[in-house]
């Protein structure tokens, strides 16, 4: 292809699919302005449509006798395979494909005649070679757009999500179709549908429930939100599927854009409740708002209470979002079942709400990271239920006929509302027939037929993927099935010669585990089938990663970060950008010198404390108004208020009625015809033999380790997402970094205020810990690991084992060093422990360093007892010492005598401050037990960061919690190492 054909690619490249465009769907349509400005940047002469059907035409073999028309850019497309982040060749062509699909749709006339007639037209084919084009298009389709979407994998969403997928069986016009049926107007259209259906963002649903929620909006006259041009279309089948599948990726890409203006019009539409489901270091739920507003930095809420207002605050969240900060100090009751009203930030402009429902029903949201609010229960997917306890009963009776086996009620869960039950892991897996109770609307799906990918380890990106490891399962329903079959396959379009999986079942419902069957890293079309059909009746994208496949921005390639003692006085508490030659990097160390000072002291034997009494917790804010005795919340008894009909106006196939006390909506049918074929779906269901829905009990550390060695780097929002589905809870996010760090796996940035900005995890290295023993730290993956126990066979054994909830490989016996450096292994000699230990400055260096601000305002305080190691309630703060300030957060300050004379405190974290205090009042809380040859401090008292390094790179492990002795031990640590750590905490 010659240069202006290579310049137009590049510029179209940069104009359509440039990082403006990260995270969003992309499509390959482009109207006159953007072919304009493409053509311009590649400086073509003639910038309109022609002039790209031009160039276009110049790079196919149309007038080459004996030359496939599309032979040079098949093999275009087929060189691009080993380069996939290079711009797709055939972009070009695929812009003036979608372009012609768009002009067809124009009028309405869909068949693929139509579609052919204007690609000759644009391109200007010679009549006699009509059908040698359509058939060699046919022949390279899948090549040419998969090329496209290949480039756009491998940028990992960096330049969009990709859409030009044909895994419905809608091969060659459909593809150009699924770039033009929705346009750049339609999208933000449909934006506004998904607030005004509640929906969140980053939701995932079926095609099935899309086109129900979809329709009664389609069909209305005036179409709105939706254009007339979704309208037209939406009439015609084919079209339709395509506006479906278009609007479920919109929705998935979604960033809750256009829902603020839908908010201030229907604030208890769009303001959802949150549940966080937590085991560590309990089992418990937390409760939470999540606000329809985005938040550029902290911020209030101001909710309205009978006898005034509370203000509580905020927290940016996923997905344009906010929520409730620091939800400890609020009452769970009142979130959950009272009616709530207020306004986001400081002026009236941005109401919110929410209107407590009898029974409620939260599917889990990967981009929130928690379970999420929602209208009506979806088939397959995985939810928790509350309800009312009076609704008991009815609710469990509900689930027993419709739900899969393995739901079951929460009990025993502290700071529970009272009156309220949940149940966890609720599966719907068939519909209710007839009518049912008005309390029971939000678990009854509307769709009859589902394709779901539950469970499995969600990786975070741009790009919707899973871990190869803990793959999901694919649960296929289909209402009156007499059978249904789910089959997989390896790549992005369906082929017979590329199953890999399959499961078939008699009945209404087929569930296929993908765990346990070695799926390799890569992309998957689950398609489910009914009744021995041919074509799918619907189908998923399944992608699998793991490390062995990282991602990688590609500017930054290789980012990392590194502590250095030329960053600031702090820099063994936080990590920053490799520009200072001198530093410690995982368990390297390159450039620093020893601070070589003897130890006055030993570090004295551990002595257990006793801890003294535990503070009382303050009063909870109440963010709500109670409901009345005679509401619908109490009595179940709904009160709908349906429009008039007036004389000479046309019925409407649905008519929505909203209860005039708690504003339950519901359709009611709004024709003869619609009641009719309402009753006739309402058909009786016999569930067949269902395997029931088993959790693991025990987290798997190893898949999430891997999946941080997948993302590589990022911030503590993408850390808490992968942590989050091994725990839910901010403090166990935070635990497991901390325990990350410590043992050098990954080095950790932070601000001024000590909380976490960005981690990244480091380079692989094997450190020694005994002769003859070493520990791999830092990144790994499946394939590092059988590489370097191939290179060792016969040498050493590598063992891979979890250790203090951390992913470990330990190599024993001889190591091939020289085999190894060849191979690209880093092997430490000595350990670093030691080292690292001489390059700390003293504890009380560090202190002085700390952020000073002025006290903030809180609700109470408690000080940090060094006798007993443990927090104990203050009125004043008028002590030397370590303070948790308690609003609807904890902030943790130290104070000097200077700080009481000028009424400021010095910020740190839960950790630093403890050990501070501890040393000012010469009672150190590290001490030495002989007799196991390891170090020990009170629990939740472990050494930060590098302090913590030098004791964990002794033995390659984590510090361990023994809980019932409230301790947490750093095992064997060699005595010069912890005289030399003492030394630093104790001056």
């Given at each position: ?21 990260a ?6 349509l ?35 006798p ?9 093999e ?52 006699s ?19 496209l ?10 330049r ?13 016009i ?59 279309l ?28 839908v908010a ?6 769009t303001?959802?409740l ?9 089992k418990?739920i ?21 006898d ?13 979002s ?38 409620t ?6 981009l ?82 589902s ?32 059978s ?12 017979p ?11 209404e419902?087929?569930?296929l ?22 074509k799918?009746?619907s ?37 920053g ?36 009494s535990?503070?009382?917790a303050?009063?909870?804010t109440?963010?709500g ?22 004389p ?30 309402k009753?006739?779906t ?28 997948h ?32 043992v050098?796996?990954v ?38 690991v ?41 092997v ?87 050990h ?9 809380l ?38 019932n002795?409230r ?13 030399i ?7």
């Amino acid at each position: 292809m010659d240069s202006e054909y290579e310049r137009v690619s590049e510029a179209l490249a940069d104009v359509m699919f440039s990082s403006s465009q990260a995270g969003r769907p992309v499509y390959a349509l482009a109207d006159a302005d953007t072919v304009r400005e493409a053509l311009e940047a590649a400086e073509i002469e003639d910038r309109t449509l022609t002039g790209l059907a031009s160039i276009v035409r110049s790079s196919l073999q149309l007038n080459e006798p004996g030359v496939a028309p599309f032979h040079g850019q098949a093999e275009a497309a087929r060189r691009h395979r080993r380069e996939p982040l290079e711009t797709p060749p055939a972009l070009p062509l695929l812009v003036a494909l979608s372009i012609a699909a768009e002009q067809m749709q124009a009028d309405g006339d869909l068949a693929a005649h139509n579609y052919y007639s204007r690609l000759h037209r644009m391109l200007h084919v010679p009549t006699s070679e009509y059908q040698r084009v359509e058939n060699d298009y046919r022949r390279i389709a899948d090549l040419l757009w998969g090329s496209l979407n290949s480039w756009l994998e491998a940028w990992e969403g960096e330049r969009g999500i990709p859409t030009a997928y044909a895994v419905g069986g809608h091969a060659f016009i459909g593809l150009p179709m699924s770039q033009a049926v929705v346009r750049q107007h339609d999208r933000a259209s449909l934006h506004e549908l998904f607030a005004i259906e509640g929906m969140t963002p980053g939701l995932r649903i079926s095609p099935d429930d899309m086109s129900l929620a979809m329709d009664p909006y389609a069909t209305a006259t005036p179409s709105l939100p939706l254009s007339s041009h979704l309208s037209r279309l939406w009439r015609v089948p084919a079209a339709r599927e395509r506006i479906v599948d278009a609007a479920c990726l919109e929705l998935e890409a979604w960033d809750g854009s256009g829902i603020e203006a839908v908010a201030s019009a229907r604030p208890a539409v769009t303001t959802r409740l949150l549940a966080f489901l937590r085991t560590f270091p309990r089992k418990s739920i937390e409760f939470n708002l999540m606000l329809p507003y985005r938040s550029e930095g902290p911020d209030i809420a101001r909710f309205q209470l009978a006898d005034g207002k509370s203000i509580v605050p905020t927290v940016s969240g996923p997905g344009g979002s906010t929520r409730l900060s620091g939800v400890e100090g609020v009452s769970a009751a009142s979130l959950v079942g009272e009616q709530i009203a207020g306004e986001f930030g400081n002026d009236d402009s941005r109401p919110f709400g929410r209107r407590p429902k009898r029974v409620t029903p939260l599917r889990w949201d990967d981009l929130q990271g928690a379970f999420v609010e929602i209208e009506r229960i979806s088939l397959g997917e995985d939810s928790i239920v509350l309800a009312r306890s009076d609704a008991r009963q009815r609710v469990e009776a509900h689930l027993e006929a419709h739900s899969r086996p393995g739901w079951h009620e929460l009990t025993d869960l502290p700071a529970y509302p009272e009156g309220w039950l949940l149940y966890q892991h609720v599966q719907i897996v068939s519909a209710p027939t007839g009518q049912m109770h008005f309390d029971l609307l939000p678990l009854a799906p509307r769709a009859r037929t589902s394709l779901t990918l539950r469970g499995g380890f969600v990786l975070p990106g741009l790009l919707r993927k899973w871990s190869a490891l803990e793959p999901p399962e694919a649960i296929a329903l289909a209402a009156g099935a007499s059978s249904v079959e789910v089959r997989v396959y390896r790549g992005a379009r369906i082929d017979p010669a590329m199953l890999v999986a399959e499961s078939a079942q008699p009945g209404e419902l087929a569930v296929l585990p993908l765990v346990h069957r070695d799926l390799s890293d890569g992309e998957y079309v689950v398609a489910m089938f009914v009744d021995d059909a041919i074509k799918p009746s619907s189908t998923a994208l399944l992608r699998l990663r793991s490390a062995s496949t990282p991602q990688f921005r590609v500017e930054d390639v290789d980012i990392r970060l590194v502590y250095s003692p030329d960053s600031s006085l702090r820099w063994p508490l936080t990590a920053g950008p490799p520009k200072w030659p001198s530093h410690v990097n995982g368990a390297r160390i390159v450039g620093l010198d020893s601070l070589v000072i003897e130890a006055a002291t030993r570090m004295p034997e551990f002595v257990p404390r006793e801890r003294g009494s535990s503070a009382a917790a303050p009063a909870k804010t109440r963010v709500g108004t109670p409901m009345t005795s005679d509401s619908c919340l109490v009595t179940g008894m709904h009160r709908f208020l349906l429009p008039p009909v007036l004389p000479g106006e046309v019925p409407t196939r649905s008519i929505e009625g909203e209860c005039t006390t708690c504003g339950l909506v519901r359709r009611f049918a709004g024709t003869p015809w619609a009641a009719k074929k309402k009753d006739a779906t309402a058909k009786a269901t016999v569930l067949p033999e269902i395997p029931p829905v088993i959790e693991s009990d025990e987290p798997d550390f190893e898949v999430a380790f891997d999946a941080l060695n997948h993302v590589g780097t990022g911030s503590f929002g993408t850390f808490e997402r992968i942590a989050a589905q091994v725990e839910g809870s901010g403090l166990f996010a935070d635990s497991f970094l901390r325990r990350l760090e410590v043992v050098g796996h990954v080095d950790v940035a932070r601000d001024d205020y000590l909380q976490v900005t960005e981690w990244a995890v480091n380079s692989s290295t094997l450190v020694p810990t005994a002769d003859g023993r070493w520990v791999l730290i830092g990144s790994r993956s499946g394939a590092l690991v059988d590489r370097l126990t191939e290179l060792v066979d016969g040498d050493a054994e590598v063992t891979a084992t979890v250790d203090a909830e951390l992913a470990r490989v330990e190599v024993a016996g001889k190591l091939p060093i020289s085999v190894l450096a060849e191979a690209g292994f880093t092997v430490l000699e000595t350990s670093p422990a030691k080292a690292i230990a001489e390059t700390l400055p003293a504890l009380g260096e560090v202190a002085k360093s700390l952020k000073r601000v002025i006290v903030p305002i809180h609700r109470s305080a408690e000080f940090w007892d060094t006798a007993s190691a443990s927090w104990h309630q203050t009125e004043s703060l008028v002590r030397v010492g370590a303070y948790r300030l308690k609003d609807f957060g904890s902030t943790y300050a130290i104070r000097t005598a200077d700080d009481i004379a000028s009424g400021t405190i010095g910020l740190g974290n839960a950790q630093i401050v403890k050990h501070i205090a501890n040393l000012w009042a010469g009672d150190p809380l590290v001490g030495y037990n002989s007799r196991s040859g390891s170090v020990v401090t009170p629990l939740g008292a472990d050494l930060p960061a590098l302090y913590g390094r030098a004791l964990a790179l002794c033995s390659g492990r984590a510090p361990r919690e023994i809980v019932n002795h409230r301790m947490l031990q750093y095992p064997l640590v060699p005595r010069e190492v912890a005289d030399i750590i003492y030394d630093r905490v104790s001056r």
